[in-house]
C-alpha cells in the first residue's frame, strides 16, 4: 500500500445527510474521507487511487454494492482492500453470503449504527492516521 493512501477511506454513499454525518465524524478521528455517490464512480475512485478502506452501501443507483465488491476483488490493486457494508439493507440471503464469500470486513445497519459506533468499527480495521 502507498503510504499516501494510508489514512484515505473510500465511503461509495447515495444519501447526501448521511455521507456528511460519517465524513465529520471520521475526519474528526483523523482520516480522510472522499464521497462517491453511486457504484460506477465509488468503483473508478477505487480502481484510479487505491483507498485504505472502502466504505460501501449496498442499494446504490447504478451499479449495486454486491456489483462493486465484485469489481473490487476482481482487480489486482484494489482485491485486497478491506471493505466494510454499511447498508440499511438486514444483509439476508445471497447478498450477504456472496459478499462474505468476497471477504468484507463486516457488514453494519446504517440504522442501527451512530457515526461514532462507525468510527470505532474502523479504528479496528484502520487506525487513525493521527495516531
Known sequence: MDPVGLGRILLIEDDSVIAEMYRLKLESQGWELEVAWDGESGLRSALKSRPALVLLDIMLPGLNGIEVLRGLRAAGST????????????????GVREARAL??????IKARITPAGLAARVARILPPSNS
Open 103 to 108: 471477504g468484507i470486513a463486516g457488514w453494519l
Open 79 to 94: 482485491r485486497d482492500v478491506p471493505v466494510l457494508i454499511v447498508s440499511n439493507s438486514a444483509g439476508g440471503g445471497r
